[in-house]
């Protein structure tokens, strides 16, 4: 193929050559000609593509199907049911709802309803009048030692940083928050001015950059934290111990998106990668992790706060369990995310086999908090791929009190999914600091669809508690979920993830499942 080229080329500038000998314009097709041999003579010198190299100019076109084949697949190839992470019967679910477009589906589902895995819930044969129910539930935060208790909707805005997302995107969520009503989590990036200008509800989220919270050496400053989190706007403060698509790994923030604001929000060098560290410098053992969320709490005036994670080794969620009894101290709320959360930028090993599933996690943490008597000061909030009011159902009848959602709102916003986050090429100007792709996200169009998505989606939520027959989210079971783990067997939730008596774990009677990690686990160390 090289020789083909040099060939082609030489004998096509000479034929180009001896027509312009007759005819002189005939030079302007090196404008078109020139650029093509110059390509091909750098593919042949460069030494780092290999199919380049060997196959100048064509060899190009690889790169650019490479480039092309996301799209090509999402929108040529994929059926309604494939897609990853997030299938296209739930994007057009999501998109539709945000747009307020008929949100209904025709001649039955797509699902395979015999397929292991398919789930579905139990309705009731006295269904309730959905109109008469409450359209908006919420869920008070805060226990015996917070001051400021937060009456949160059952529905929030999922941790995404200023940085990871636009300016544009971080204003049109905040202001969607504003119009619905509910929470927008910051993200461990620090809080902006364009978290603050619009009015939404802030849940402050610190991760171990300490972002906004830290001195020049990166360690948890007390004065700095205070500052911020006595913000009017801040409702909640949540300490992220790790997150589901990268636990143990810490937050990354490409060079290409730390612009100069960013970088004096974060309090960090413009135009460099920041890695957030794994782990915590404020604190060394559960005790201590207790303490400190005590200490955040004080310097809050007592608004609630609390803890955020993937559960890993369990022996260590039963360490921070017994530093809680001992202490009786706790947190007001503990967010479990799942190992099929998303993220802007993660190492494929971690986002793909890391970190426990959230219905696993889910079950796990009600199970101990249960198994400890302390659930009733501690609100669950589930976040990992919540999508739809049946994802909502499902994550609260495992135990959660609310939920968070993270891609769902971006796609409220306009994301397609193009799996561009970690590039700065976002072409819908959701997650890129390019000024040019940012300004085509419309913040006055994209907030009302932001409202919406939430308005329509926790409706429908309500709308399956009454189909249930239930008035109430905290009458849902593990019981009411039935999940096809073959062909012809049915177990419900409550079979898959047994509950535990409240207070189990307190006495002699420690559930077998339980047993190993509880005699391993210890308030003085992880």
């Known amino acids: 193929m090289r020789k083909i080229f040099v060939v082609t ?19 302007f097709g090196f404008i078109l000609i020139g650029p093509v041999i110059g ?5 042949m010198i460069q030494k780092k593509q290999s199919i380049k ?3 100048p100019v064509l060899g190009r076109l690889r790169y650019v199907f490479e480039d092309m084949r996301p799209k090509i697949q999402q929108y040529f190839v994929e ?22 477009q008929i949100d209904t589906t025709p001649f039955g589902t797509q699902l395979n309803v015999y397929a292991e895995g398919y789930e579905w819930m139990s309705h009731s044969i006295v269904p309730l009048d959905f109109h008469k129910m409450d359209q908006s539930p919420r869920v008070l935060v805060g226990n015996k030692d917070c001051k400021h208790p937060y009456s949160a909707s059952i529905l929030n805005v999922s941790a995404m940083s200023f940085g990871s997302l636009s300016s544009n995107a971080v204003i049109a969520l905040n202001s969607g928050a504003k119009i619905g009503g509910f929470a927008h989590n910051t993200g461990e990036g620090g809080i902006s001015h364009h978290h603050t200008d619009n009015g939404g509800d802030l849940i402050w989220q610190i991760g171990t950059g300490y972002f906004g919270a830290r001195d020049e050496a990166g360690n948890f400053s007390p004065e700095g934290f205070r500052k911020n989190a006595l913000r009017p706007e801040v ?22 998106k730390n612009t100069p604001e960013i970088a004096a929000i974060r309090l960090v060098k413009a135009g460099t990668t920041v890695f957030s560290p794994p782990y915590h410098s404020a604190f060394q053992t559960p005790r201590e992790m207790i303490l400190f969320i005590k200490q955040m709490r004080d310097l809050a005036d007592g608004k609630p706060v609390g803890f955020k994670l993937c559960i890993g080794r369990k022996s260590e969620f039963i360490s921070i369990c017994k530093a809680m009894v001992e202490l009786d101290t706790y947190p007001d709320f503990i967010t479990v995310d799942g190992g099929e959360g998303g993220t802007g930028a993660a190492p494929p ?12 996690g889910l079950a796990f943490v009600d199970n101990m908090l249960k198994g400890y008597n302390i659930r009733q000061h501690i609100r669950v909030i589930a976040s990992g791929k919540i999508l739809t009011g049946f994802h909502m159902i ?35 100007g ?45 009458k849902l079971n593990r019981h009411q979920i039935s999940r096809r783990i073959f062909m012809n067997e049915i177990k419900t939730l409550e079979e898959i993830y047994p509950s535990i008596p409240t207070g189990s774990m307190l006495d002699c009677s420690v559930p077998d499942p339980y047993k190993k990690s509880c005699e391993s686990a210890s308030a003085d160390r992880f």
């Open 9 to 27: 080329s030489i004998v096509v500038t000479m034929l180009m050559l001896l027509w312009a000998w007759f005819w002189w314009p005939a030079l």
């Open 39 to 43: 390509m091909g003579i750098q593919d």
């Open 53 to 55: 190299r060997n196959f």
């Open 79 to 100: 059926s309604d049911t494939d897609g990853s992470p997030i299938n296209r019967i739930d994007r057009s679910v999501i998109y539709q709802r945000a747009k307020k």
């Open 235 to 256: 409702k909640m403060i949540e300490l992220k111990l790790s997150q589901g698509a990268k636990p143990g790994h810490g937050g990354i923030l490409p060079a290409k």
């Open 349 to 360: 090993e971690f986002s793909n086999f890391v970190g426990m599933p959230l219905l696993e």
């Open 394 to 428: 499902r994550a609260i009848a495992l135990g959660a009190d609310m939920c968070n959602s993270a891609r769902a709102m971006m796609m409220a916003l306009g994301c397609i999914q193009a799996l561009e986050c970690n590039k700065n090429t976002c072409p819908t």
């Open 430 to 474: 959701v997650a890129t600091q390019d000024p040019e792709l940012v300004q085509g996200l419309d913040i006055d169009d994209k907030k009302v669809r932001v409202a919406n998505f939430h308005k329509h989606t926790v409706e429908s939520f309500v709308e399956l508690l009454a189909a249930a027959g239930l008035d109430n989210p905290r």
